[in-house]
């Protein structure tokens, strides 16, 4: 793997990439779920905070899981949806 190529695929730090279920489509959208450091209450207390979601743009790339061939390019998950519309 080069330098370059291990760039792009390192993922961001204290996150995770999710998939969210679409809702009209049958499809996965990405997400990322952030985790957030305690905070430290004035009382001395610490409370834990949940992560945070958040849409994810960075593509397949980031996502260590999946298998990524630059030649093949992304897979074309709007096609169907697209030839449905009959205005094409």
Known sequence: MNSEEKKSRTP???????Y???TIHPIKVA?????????????G???KNPPVTVY?????????????????GLPRIR???????NDV
């Open 20 to 22: 969210v279920d679409g």
């Open 56 to 72: 994810d743009t960075s593509s397949p790339f980031t996502d260590p899981n999946i298998e990524i061939d630059i030649r093949k």
């Open 79 to 85: 096609e169907q949806w697209i030839l449905d519309r």
């Open 31 to 43: 997400m990322r779920e952030i985790a957030l450091a305690d905070t430290k209450m004035s009382n």
């Open 45 to 47: 207390r610490i409370e």
């Open 12 to 18: 961001f730090p204290n996150s995770t990439k999710i």
